[in-house]
């Protein structure tokens, strides 16, 4: 059996790892000229950790993952006004949360892969045709990919879905916010960062900060707006949006780089009544995208590849794994989907009275009992369903 993944990503990447271990021959194949470079830190834990643990990939993460004592929230004189104790969310977590680069956690990935898989960079599909045999990918080069199974792990804006299952704009669904990250040097902002993911505590517009082992400081920022394109000149939409903050939003927009390197989407949500038309199917962001509201994209992406992999390996057919594939997934997914929806006015307050409610809701975070409530609702019911499936295969 064949399979041709569209996307060397994360839920790409572990799915090729999972099903080359199964015997299927795989060719991953990315558009990009090579590896992501952008990127933001995730916080993973949930199914995707268990996933991972299952995998062997988990001691890899967890090497070139970071500790952070604190995420803080810091008013516009640099003040502390509020925050996260991250050892404490960790241990209500069973001390199963690494906080990583995502371009970290798709190096841990590749680097699992055995050389058996075909995983091909600047190879990007023009076109699918498939019958109740097999799909021909046809790329951009001119030459074809004949296969079994066609994955788009491709994200949001995935070109196996559109070709497939139709335009984007059908199955978007805008939460009403653009985000960026990007990386920067500067010696003064570094010396007084520490082990602590810095937040502006701010309303309708953040900006956040982390020092990486290199040296090198990591933006990140979120804001509202409906504006449903994206900008031509990423560099000139993030000093315009960020404009007039304080603290040291100032010096790290003046250090903002040029647009190439600068991650830039409006944060939404892939919501689809099917994932799979005859011998494709579509996982992670490019089916599912629960937004960075929700938490555990990285971790659904991981999980809902290892689950897919175990259906095909299950069952008879290809067709009757993606089906069982969607029905055991789906229903955390739309969990996760509502999750975040319900947390946007809290990711990212609209007033100051929200704002405030913030503020007290994280201070309660140190009562006992509260943090574990906190991570039980974060990291939700899918963990069963990974353990569940790894249980199966031993």
Partial sequence: MKAVICGAGIAGL???????LQG?????????????TQGYMVDFFGPGYDAAEAMGVLTRMKELGYHIEEASYLDEHGKRRAGLNYAQFGKALGGRLLSIMRPDLERALREHLSDRVDLRFAAEPVAVKQDQHGVRVTLQDGTTQDADLLVGADGVHSTIRRMVFGEEAQYIRHLGFHTTAYLFDDAEILHGMQERFCLTDTVDRQMGF??????????????????????EDSRAAVRAAYRGLGWI???????????????????????????????????????????????????LGVSGAYVLAE???GHRTVEQGIAAYEQRWRPVVEEKQQAGRNAAQWFLPASPLRLF?????????????????????????ASALVAQGTAAQH
């Fill in 14 to 20: 572990a799915l090729a790892q999972r099903l080359d």
């Fill in 210 to 231: 982390y020092t990486l082992r290199d040296g090198r400081i990591a933006a990140f920022g979120v804001h509202r707006t409906q504006e449903r394109t994206l900008p």
């Fill in 24 to 36: 299927w021959e795989v060719v991953v194949l990315e558009k990009a000229p090579g590896p992501r």
């Fill in 357 to 381: 409610a913030r503020r007290m809701a994280m201070h309660l975070t140190v009562i006992p009992g509260v943090d574990k409530y906190l991570a039980r609702s974060l990291s939700g019911k």
């Fill in 311 to 313: 259906e095909l390996a």
């Fill in 249 to 299: 939003v100032p010096r790290a927009l003046d250090k903002c780089p040029p647009s190439p390197e600068v991650y830039y989407d409006y944060v939404a949500q892939v919501v689809m009544d099917g994932w799979s038309a005859g011998r494709t199917v579509l996982v992670g962001d490019a089916a599912h995208a629960v937004s960075l509201l929700a938490g555990q994209g990285a971790s």
